[in-house]
């Protein structure tokens, strides 16, 4: 009996141990994968978030980061979709996932589904960075003619960061839409 204690001890220490080791491998291929991005380096970079990925499927950043690449790289929107679903499944508060979705969705020619993935991006008071959310919301809104609730998104973000110059174009543009000079 205390045989088989003391080999399920190590057992699960070893398991504990490769467990944290491959959460390691899998930091240090993401932070791999970034820095080839962030050179431009895409395949390099979607090779890296792959690894970590295998190493640890639940990461939300890499599966964030997989998302993109299919997203603006491949232009493979299913499976974007698909990863930044995945990514704010671990994590229902993770806002970039969320407003990236929403890109993806939109992409995808859902705008429905787009909108309502930038406005749970907002739904997180922490959010770093909600003016893209609200700018993206009101070029889905100007692209279906809904000029008065794109004009309000645009609106809302430039009370965030009102440098945000984006949205003062998706202004111009749903004004000059309205004859509104």
């Known amino acids: 009996m205390k045989k088989l204690l003391y080999v399920a ?3 699960l220490l070893f398991s504990c141990a490769t467990s944290s080791e491959s959460i390691q491998k899998s930091s240090a291929h993401y932070k791999l994968g970034v820095s080839y991005l962030s050179e431009n380096n895409v395949q390099m970079a979607f090779v890296e978030f792959q690894k970590a990925f295998e190493l640890n499927p ?9 998302g993109i690449i299919y997203l603006l790289n491949f232009e493979d929107y299913p499976k974007a979709v698909d990863f930044f679903q995945r990514a704010v499944k671990i994590d229902h508060d993770f806002s970039d996932a969320h407003n990236n979705l929403g890109f993806a969705y939109e992409r995808s020619k859902m705008p429905d589904k787009a909108i309502e ?3 749970k991006a907002l739904s997180n008071l922490q959010y770093i960075t909600p003016e893209k959310a609200f700018y993206n919301i009101g070029r889905v809104n100007y692209r279906l003619k ?12 430039l009370k965030r960061r009102p440098d945000f110059y984006p949205a003062y174009y998706g202004l111009s543009l ?8």
């Open 146 to 157: 809904k000029y008065d609730e794109a004009i309000e998104a645009h609106k809302d973000a």
């Open 9 to 11: 001890m190590i057992f």
């Open 117 to 119: 993935s930038y406005r």
């Open 174 to 181: 749903c004004y000059n839409a309205k004859g509104s000079y």
């Open 58 to 66: 639940d990461n939300k950043d890499v599966l964030n980061a997989i």
